[in-house]
């Protein structure tokens, strides 16, 4: 007799295995390059400001081009205005995030994806590598590009979600999307040492690496990546988990596949399986796309949707300032800093992978989400008086990450696929990229608001009181989500007291 793990595994084909490295690295060069932003700005805000404001100028770059090309009288005004383009950055990604969905929808996926991918690269690249060597610094052009950045960007993230979506059922998808949601923590620690491994050559040389490596995984995107099972002749009848939608046999496909027609056809789907379609059947009319109005009013989108914008503020808060933090709180060298705050994304990538299989055995999410965010604001508590050891300094990183960046990857990856393939849909609608578009588009804006107010009260307050700011937001998460907690509980408790009865 098979094991459970081979029989989860045998439902798999190598296309699937495919989809989900397709999608992982994509996803993984396009948060490189964006981390590159955060590792580089102490040098970025030395090359805005003069040299006399700078003592470590000369080891950025000739000391003769400061003067005359400083934006900024000093490093208080360079710090605010990096603020301010993490700000920009988030309000147009979010934006984005808004329509992309509904385009991911209603566009081939992988047209979408790679526009994003590649077009995200060129932006990046003129940015930070070709101002610099142009010498020409402007604000009004760098609060363009980002703005354009951001928009591109966005359509990335919905579409991966509904590509993974489309290939993996909601059978084991808490442990499959914990594990694939680490993309954007493995994307963090590639760029975290790409720009530490460069920055001696200057600040440029890192956004020329990771725009060049994200072009060209558009291209191999555009040229590898499937979109669902049915461009390879496959059928998904895997256990989602979902109740009937419109027939017993039809309520595992996937969202956005054709369903073939009921007269003339014959389903080929043996044992929950993946396998060939055979015959030459006739695909049904295409599913049509639900509107944007329509996927914000299904059940969950919203309290999820407000919880995560909470929560994203977190933990892009510490994606953007972390490195900058370390530095100048404590002193350290910005390479060493860009190495150490690997480990919040460490301690993310095992927290989402656990939580999610966790939720998974569980069959329930939020009981699971509530948990890792109480211990969260205890972990916030222990980093904001972390002692000046770089050693301790990680261990405590990774412990605030695995509470916070596991929530944060679930809600943005396995929640959101579960949201946009739920019954309410009847299983005739298209949903998953705007679903996700919804939800990681309000989580955008809370972490679009929470870069500026992050600056603000560092600079007024300091960052002790920054700390209890993330404190609040955190338990704002377990607030807004704290219905759906309470039903899903309940649910639990009725469960159990049946299988007591039939006992």
């Known amino acids: 007799m098979s094991s459970p793990c081979c029989g989860f595994l045998a439902q798999y084909t190598h296309h699937h295995l495919v989809a989900f490295l397709l999608t992982f690295f994509s996803y993984v060069l396009l948060h490189a390059s964006r981390k590159t932003f955060s590792n580089v700005k102490v040098s970025i805000s030395a090359q805005w400001t003069p040299s006399v404001q700078n003592a470590s100028s000369p080891a950025f770059s000739p000391g003769e081009t400061w003067e005359q090309n400083n934006l900024f009288a000093d490093s208080d005004g ?59 610094y402007n604000i ?26 489309n290939w993996f059922g909601k059978s084991g998808r808490g442990f499959v999307f914990g594990l694939w949601s680490a993309c954007a923590s493995v994307g963090n620690i590639l760029g975290a040492f790409l720009a530490s491994s460069v ?36 059928c998904l009848e895997s256990e989602t988990g979902l109740r009937p939608v419109e027939r017993d046999a039809d309520s595992h496909r996937p969202l956005m596949s054709d369903e073939e027609d009921e007269e003339g056809s014959e389903e080929v ?29 299904l059940p969950g989108v919203l309290p999820y949707s407000l919880a995560y914008a909470c929560l ?23 390479a060493q800093a860009d190495r150490l ?38 972990a916030l508590v222990g980093y904001s008086h972390s002692p000046p050891d770089q050693v301790v300094n990680a261990a405590l990183l990774a412990t605030t990450g695995f509470f916070i960046g596991g929530p944060s990857n679930m809600i943005s990856s396995a929640i959101s696929a579960d949201l946009g393939r739920q019954e ?42 920054v700390f209890y700011f993330f404190i609040v937001m955190t338990g704002c998460s377990i607030v807004f989500i704290l219905p759906l907690i309470v039903t899903e509980i309940r649910a639990m408790w009725r469960e159990r007291r049946a299988r007591t009865n039939e006992l």
């Open 312 to 334: 994203k503020l977190v933990n892009y808060s510490f994606f953007f300032w972390l490195p900058f933090y370390l530095s100048r709180n404590f002193g350290w060298k910005e």
């Open 78 to 136: 360079a710090t605010l205005f990096l603020g301010v383009l993490d700000t920009i950055f988030l309000f147009s990604y979010a934006v984005g995030l808004y329509m992309s969905g509904v385009i991911g929808d209603r566009m081939n996926l992988r047209y979408v994806l790679c526009f994003g991918l590649c077009g995200s690269a060129i932006v990046e690249f003129v940015f930070g590598t070709l101002t610099e060597w142009l010498q020409f």
């Open 140 to 165: 009004y052009l760098y609060c363009g590009l980002w703005v354009l950045n951001g928009l591109l960007q966005s359509a990335v993230w919905p579409c991966v979600v509904a590509v993974m979506g």
């Open 341 to 378: 705050s690997v480990w919040y994304d460490v301690g993310g990538i095992i927290g989402g992978t656990i939580q999610g299989l966790i939720s998974d055995f569980m069959g329930k999410r939020a009981p699971v989400l509530a948990v890792s965010l109480l211990l969260a604001m205890g």
């Open 199 to 234: 920055l001696k050559y200057g600040y440029e040389y890192a956004f020329l690496v990771t725009s060049v490596l994200q072009f060209a995984g558009g291209v191999v995107v555009f040229f590898g990546l499937l979109t669902s099972p049915k461009e390879v002749g496959l």
């Open 424 to 465: 309410a849909l009847r299983g005739s609608q298209e949903a998953l990229a705007t679903v996700t578009g919804i939800v990681d588009g309000t989580g955008s804006i809370g972490a679009a608001v929470g870069q500026y107010l992050v600056s603000v009260i560092e600079s007024k307050l300091g960052w002790m009181f």
């Open 269 to 297: 789907c043996d044992g929950g399986y993946y396998t060939i379609q055979q015959g030459d059947e006739e695909p049904r009319e295409t599913p049509k796309a639900i509107g944007f109005c329509q996927a914000f009013c």
